[in-house]
């Protein structure tokens, strides 16, 4: 049971090049979110997906897009990368909770990503 | 706009030390409160808090809420050097999305 796995683990870009972040998970979880964590900010969500076949936009989403491939993919795309979004992203995933606050997010180990 | 702020920013202590650590909130439509210790890499679950005045604990580490007052702390006994970490407080928002405080970095010294 590898829980979620985010991949590449480092990755170096130039100014403008586009790449995409994988993320999976394999806990049967419905909800998967990506988020960046800056120094100082501590994690700021980017995207959502609520569940299969739907995404929201977070608290900052402008410069990414998301595509929810099924229910245990989550994939983070820049296509134009920035300075700016030099970060660590996490992806992370969580079950429907039922009531109020019955469930956790479970983190993937991170891909620090740096652009030139 | 929801908003979490966790008190101090960072801590340095001895072992055997006890700390506690703040996190205050405003959000919308409260549903819980969450703890995390992040180490080198990803954040990993403490706690759970859904009501006031009811303790959570795990060993030395307990942490409690208070919804009247919109805080929570996170109390730390007998501090070890395996402490050393980040610790993030979060507070769960309508459609479950999660808002972070900026964490306090807790150093314990051997």
């Known amino acids: 049971n590898a829980g979620v796995t985010q991949t590449p683990k480092f990755q170096v870009l130039k100014t403008g090049q586009s790449m995409t972040l994988q993320c999976a998970q394999d806990m049967n979880h419905n909800s998967m979110y990506w988020y960046r964590q800056d120094p100082g900010m501590g994690l700021r969500l980017i995207y959502y997906s609520a569940s299969e076949g739907t995404t929201d936009k977070g608290e900052v989403p402008n410069g990414y897009n998301v595509s929810r491939l099924n229910k245990r993919e989550f994939s983070l795309r820049l296509e134009s990368a920035a300075p700016s979004q030099t970060s660590v992203y996490f992806c992370?995933?969580?079950?429907?909770?039922?009531?109020?606050?019955?469930?956790?997010?479970?983190f993937g180990p991170g891909t620090r990503l740096t652009v030139t | 706009e929801d908003k979490v702020v966790q008190s101090p920013l960072s801590l340095v202590v001895h072992e055997g030390d006890t700390v506690t650590l703040n996190c205050s909130y405003e959000v919308t439509n409260f549903r819980s409160l969450l703890w995390y210790k992040q180490e080198k890499k990803a954040p990993t679950f403490l706690f759970m808090l859904t009501s006031s005045g009811i303790e959570k604990k795990s060993g030395r580490l307990s942490s409690i809420l208070d919804k009247k007052e919109l805080f929570s702390i996170l109390n730390i006994t007998a501090t070890q050097t395996g402490d050393s970490a980040i610790y993030l407080c979060a507070v769960e928002a309508p459609a479950r999305q999660l808002t972070f405080g900026s964490g306090t970095q807790l150093t314990v010294l051997p």
């Open positions: 992370a995933s969580s079950e429907k909770g039922q009531g109020a606050g019955t469930y956790e997010q479970y």
